[in-house]
């Protein structure tokens, strides 16, 4: 039981779904993330599972076959990086429309336009403020370790089918090439047939029986009144999802004076900045939001009173200090600190920006 | 007149009905203008699931254009899609379902223009799949604007010059590159426009879905058909101008019918 | 002699008019008729009703589906 090995967490992305009972993959190549496809063409789960994997002729049609195969019942993921994603935005928002489960990986690179292969944390607006049209949300989940990269798999399909919603793993190329010890779970049966109808009979679309009325995949409405209840109903889900699956971890928060707030590879960094100040004798924490969508705001404002102040890490223009100035609301002081353009700061620089921007400013 | 009445009732017996409308179609009164060609086709392809007996095992793919509510008229299960993106999805149905019949339903802005790459690619790729190509010239839904499929000098309310081919380049005859491709098995140019045409038009689209049974590649059917509204023009005079102008650009009738080709010829040789 | 004779049963409320199925009718049977349907369309009617064989070209044409055909020999 849990196979031990050691991995990179882009193929482990793969193995994931495989073993998690997947049903379809599609996808098109874009560094740093290509390992995920190049993985499960090599893995050949048809032939075990019977798992689909396609490579297709652009994200934009990844991201709707998957819309295709989601409307059908079934455990459908796809993987791109930040360029790709930006082609799916569309697709993403007829799925979320339209209430399709499905795991989308965005391993970030450096942007804007075809900015660099070198990782990037860059896309965290995209990926909770919607990115493409329409008032939607996407349930963002952010990994910090190849182990995550693999439980987050699992865990997105769950979460995918549970709110009939696009589950985003929001990684970065940090992450997606990092080479790291993984329990591998065991292999899942893909659902059958009768358990499909059973999870999402109501809805998919499998070619209707006599006896039931067609069922239609879509997000159009042309009714106002019709439309804007739609518009609560998803409201009302996303709404669901910030009262119970907001995810964080915080760490030597209790005695801190100052907490860093950091997700995926910016969390790993921060953990050790938070050694070396606490060495020199300054109370720091960390929180690391493992949900960006829900944002663990309640956690943030409940420390804001009882801290001196917040840096938010991030590998990009500083785009959750936004998320954190609103938790905090004004009690206290929230300062960011990030590189970009593929450049990863170590420890100690981070250290260096919590004194001037925090301690000594 | 009440002996003629007389007769009527006599022939209007339940053991004399030659025509009905199919039960595969439901009873909302179709959203199209009067005479729009898109009504004959729904019905052409009801009655071919009908008649065929796969209501339970068919899944419809409607596109954005005039026909974005088709999925309202045939009683199957359907998937709307994003302008042009149909033959993704109805790749990604039948990839996951490949026993089912799925077909795909597209304008020519749809899949023409916007959904250009979708179309090639699932074509190329020989999915099994069944794809309706509504050719109308125009874009109906959003007001009548040039369609890749316009002719060089139609009015359209973004040529309203006519199309120029040094500002709008040439009308895209998109089923004669489709049927060259490796995974094209059955591709065919149809009309709706009398009753031969729509009786013709109908067995393409039945053999269509045979095609698809077999799994031999993509079953393409277009049908040129008129947009009265788009070409400002009653339905009657439109089918007299698509017998005139489409016609000779748009030739009716088989471009390929075979199965997809054999992977050898393809291959490598080390 | 039997003679084939035809009738056609037109669903005036989803008639929209068109004309399509009066100029596809070789025997000159449909009309549109001078009165409209609640929706504001001419709907197509039988003005000669004696002439119908019901070969079902009006059907097949028909854009809304909203024309049903019978047929019986006639002795
Ligand atoms: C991404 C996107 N761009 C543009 C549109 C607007 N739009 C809707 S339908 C359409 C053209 C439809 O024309 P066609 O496919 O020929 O269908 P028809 O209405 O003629 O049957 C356009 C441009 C859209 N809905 N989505
Ligand atoms: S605008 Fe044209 S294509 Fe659209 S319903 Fe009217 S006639 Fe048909
Ligand atoms: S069935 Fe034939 S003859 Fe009778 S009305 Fe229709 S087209 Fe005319
Ligand atoms: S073809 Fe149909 S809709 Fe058109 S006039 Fe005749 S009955 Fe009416
Ligand atoms: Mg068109």
């Not at chain 1, 997105?156 to 089918?161: I, S």
């Not at chain 1, 590998?315 to 200090?321: C, I, K, L, R, T």
């Not at chain 2, 007149?1 to 009873?27: F, G």
Request: charged share 20%; aromatic share 8%.
């Amino acid at each position: 039981m849990g196979e031990l090995r050691l991995m990179k967490g882009n193929e482990v992305i793969a193995i994931a779904a495989i073993r998690c009972g997947g049903d379809a993959y599609f996808g098109y190549p874009i560094t740093p993330q290509s390992e995920v496809m190049e993985t499960l063409m090599a893995e050949r789960p048809w032939e075990d599972t019977g798992m689909v994997v396609l490579q297709a002729e652009s994200e934009i049609a990844s991201i709707n076959m998957v819309y295709g195969a989601a409307g059908c019942g079934k455990r459908v993921m796809t993987s791109s990086s930040s360029p790709g994603i930006s082609l799916m935005a569309e697709g993403i928002s007829y799925m979320a429309g339209s209430e399709l489960p499905c795991v989308i990986v965005n391993v970030q690179r450096g942007g804007p336009g075809l900015g660099t292969i070198q990782p990037s944390q860059a896309d965290y607006n995209q990926a909770t403020k919607g990115g493409g049209h329409g008032d939607y949300s996407l349930l963002v989940l952010a990994p910090a370790s190849v182990q995550e990269m693999h439980d987050f798999v699992v865990l997105g399909f769950e979460l995918a089918f549970k709110y009939r919603n696009p589950v985003m793993i929001l990684a970065d190329g940090v992450i997606g090439q990092l080479m790291e010890k993984v329990k591998l779970i065991d292999q899942r049966p893909r659902w059958t047939n009768e358990q499909i109808a059973e999870i999402s009979g109501s809805w998919i679309t499998v070619g209707k029986s006599k006896n039931r009325k067609k069922h239609v995949i879509t997000s159009l409405e042309m009714d106002s009144s019709i439309m804007e209840g739609n518009n609560l109903r998803l409201q009302e889900k996303y709404n669901r999802m910030k009262a119970e699956e907001v995810r964080f971890e915080a760490i030597e928060c209790d005695d801190a004076e100052y907490i860093l707030v950091a997700f995926g590879s910016a969390a790993r960094i921060c953990q050790k900045t938070v050694q070396i100040a606490r060495k020199k004798g300054v109370k720091v924490g960390l929180i690391r939001p493992i949900t960006l969508f829900p944002f663990p705001e309640k956690i943030i404002s409940e420390y804001a009173t009882k801290v001196k102040g917040f840096l938010s890490v991030e590998f990009n223009a500083g785009q959750m200090v936004n998320d954190i100035r609103l938790a905090v609301n004004g009690k206290t002081r929230v300062e960011y600190f990030g590189r970009m353009g593929g450049i990863i700061p170590p420890p100690d620089e981070v250290e260096v920006a919590l004194h001037q921007k925090l301690i000594k400013g | 007149m009440s002996v003629l009445a007389d007769r009527i009732k006599e022939i209007i017996k339940p053991e004399n009905l030659v025509y009905a409308k199919s039960p595969v179609l439901n009873d909302d009164i179709m959203h199209y203008c009067p005479g729009c060609s898109h009504g004959v086709v729904h019905r052409l392809i009801a009655e071919v699931i009908d008649e065929m007996g796969i209501q339970d095992q068919t899944i419809g793919v409607s596109p954005v254009g005039c026909s974005v509510f088709a999925y309202k008229y045939i009683d199957i299960d359907w998937q709307e899609a994003a302008h042009g993106r149909a033959p993704a999805v109805a790749t990604g149905i039948k990839r996951v379902l490949p026993d089912k019949y799925v077909f795909s339903y597209q304008g020519d802005g749809d899949l023409a223009a916007i959904g250009t790459a979708e179309t090639f690619h699932a074509v190329n790729r020989g999915e099994n799949i069944v794809m309706i190509f509504i050719n109308n010239a125009i874009y109906g839904m959003t007001g009548g604007q040039m369609a890749p499929t316009t002719l060089v000098g139609q009015i359209t309310s973004t040529t309203p010059y006519g199309r120029n081919v040094d500002l709008n380049g040439y009308p895209l005859k998109i089923t004669e590159l489709l049927a060259q491709l490796p995974g094209a098995a059955y591709v065919t140019r149809q009309s709706v426009q009398n009753p031969a045409a729509v009786r013709k038009a109908k067995k393409a689209i039945r053999k269509a879905f045979e095609v698809q049974a077999l799994k031999k590649g993509t079953a393409f059917v277009e049908v040129v058909s008129t947009c009265s509204s788009g070409w400002k023009l009653n339905p009657v005079d439109s089918n007299k101008w698509m017998e005139e102008n489409m016609f000779p650009q748009y030739p009716l009738g088989d471009l390929k019918d075979s199965s997809r080709a054999d992977a050898d010829l393809y291959r490598i040789k080390g | 002699m039997a003679k084939v004779r035809g009738a056609v049963i037109v669903d005036t409320e989803v008639c929209k008019g068109c004309n399509l199925c009066v100029v596809a009718c070789p025997t000159q049977t449909l009309a549109l008729n001078r009165n409209v349907n609640n929706k504001g369309y001419h709907y197509s009617y039988m003005e000669n009703p004696e002439n119908c064989t019901g070969c079902t070209n009006c059907s097949a044409v028909c854009p809304d589906s909203c024309i049903t055909v019978y047929r019986a020999k006639i002795e």
